[in-house]
């Protein structure tokens, strides 16, 4: 587990108990912060009772006094309309956040000579596949490598942070929606296609919640950006506009000499 620290002593709210969810609430929990959790299942409430964490009905808790919101990636942030706990969170000027986020924070505690490096890959198809496969990779170079994010084990479920190791995280664009602050080493786009546009509105909101991955990256770190598509070629033209390294992937075969 990797504990959140940040919310020492403070009421964080979390919804929606799943792996990320109720994965959130330990990890905060770990870092010194008072956990209070809700969710629309039964089941979701009783599991984190059993673990001894306070459950509380959040549509008539005081906002005013928590920290941040915690939310699942499955709820909506804003399409088709804003789930009710963000709508009370803003109402309250809450931080609305997701695990990713917390994950970032954790390690920007960290001095720099033991922070661990995070490879981070999204995209609508083969970003699985990608991060299961950089994994793979790493691991045959004898490295310490932490695989998990939207892929098998939640993020903050992973080893703690140790120097010289390595976090591969698939993140997706639900995910990356909840996210101020991620700033991977290396970021990764395979491609982007129409998907998911109850969610995020239409194209433009998709991509750019995509984008989100690259919005905290400086200039050394590296972005690496499938170009099989136009979306891939226009997230190039508006990387290379603030000076971030770029490398371009396409799987299409270069015309022969004549």
Known sequence: MIPVPGFEGRRVA?????????????????????????????????????????????TVADWSGFAALIL????????????????KAREAEVPVLGDIELFARALAALPDETRPAVIAITGTNGKSTTTALIGWVLKQAGLRVHIGGNIGIGVLALPAPTPGAAYVIEVSSYQLDLTTTF???????????????DRHGDMAGYFAAKMRLFARMEPERLALIGVDDDWGWKAVNSLNARGLRISTITTRTPPSPT
Request: aromatic content about 6%; cysteine-free.
């Open 183 to 197: 700033a991977p080493d290396v970021a990764i786009l395979t491609n982007i296609s129409p998907d998911h546009l």
């Open 72 to 87: 699942s990636p499955g709820a909506p942030l804003t399409h088709p309309r804003p789930h009710w706990t963000v709508e």
């Open 14 to 58: 979390v919804f929606g108990l799943g792996r990320s969810g109720i994965t959130a609430a330990r990890a905060l929990q770990a870092g010194g912060a008072h956990p209070v959790l809700w969710d629309d299942g039964v089941s979701g409430r009783m599991q984190a009772e059993a673990e001894g964490f306070t459950v509380e009905d959040l």
